[in-house]
């Protein structure tokens, strides 16, 4: 949804296109979910507009007796790159907290295999710290390259953010300047993330402009360089 209060893909698919970006992670996508947004496949829809595989993992569905499909709510990953196969975890949330989901994406770049995840932190310690858990975790078992993509809902200083470093890079620390991402109008606060594990060098990292604010939060764009060449 936009600052104007407008939710508009197509503004969406221009910012996309705009980066030149190979892998889009996208928080807060609706699957014909719900009439703000027109009970609109987001994902389908992106992925035909520009071209790309997609891939969606829900944190929310719903089933409606009057819908032949479910209503569903979550993370998607967009992609040039072929994807070879993907998971969603979902996590449920406590009574008033709304769940949260970790997508995992394997993808083929030629020889290359690599993993992104794309996810959403919640709204409460509670469910942040089991997210966060999990991808430690993760981390721990995985040897393929790895990704972290998301809306963080917390700043750089936090635990859930700082407890990655052993593993991850925070591409933003390489930014000059503040790396604000929210909200788009007057960006204040940095809690929207991409991470990477130290199979990568970060050539480029930024904070990506959008003057007509077709989401509430800025996004995060970099490019990333294998460090060993085969």
């Known amino acids: 949804m936009g600052c104007d209060g407008r939710g ?33 496949d987001q994902v ?16 929310i569905a719903i089933k409606d007796p009057l819908r032949h499909t479910k209503r ?32 995992r994406v394997k993808l083929q770049h030629g020889e290359r295999r690599f993993q992104v995840f794309v996810t959403h932190m919640g709204l409460t ?19 393929l390259p ?28 390489t930014i000059s300047g503040s790396g604000f991402t929210y909200p788009c109008k007057a960006p204040r606060k940095r809690i929207d993330y991409i991470f990477c594990s130290f199979h990568f060098q970060v050539n480029v990292a930024q904070i990506v402009s959008t003057p007509d604010c077709p989401s509430d939060h800025l996004p995060v764009y970099c490019e990333l360089e294998w460090k060993e060449k085969r």
């Open 146 to 173: 790895l990704v972290v993509m998301g809306d963080w809902n917390v700043l750089p200083d936090h635990s859930e953010v700082q407890c990655l470093s052993p593993y991850l890079l925070d591409v933003a620390t």
């Open 44 to 59: 389908s829809w992106l992925s035909k507009r520009l071209k790309m595989e997609g891939v969606f993992g829900p944190a």
């Open 125 to 143: 310690p509670w469910m942040r710290n089991r997210q966060t858990k999990r991808i430690v975790e993760l981390c721990h078992k995985n040897k």
């Open 72 to 103: 569903q709510y979550g993370n998607a990953l967009l992609s040039k790159i072929p994807i070879q196969e993907y998971r969603n975890e979902i996590f449920s949330g406590r009574i008033g907290n709304e769940p949260r989901s970790l997508l």
């Open 8 to 40: 508009d893909l197509e503004r969406i698919a221009h910012v996309i296109e705009r980066t030149g970006a190979d892998i889009v992670g996208l928080n807060e996508v609706d699957v014909n979910f719900h009439r703000r947004s027109g009970f609109v």
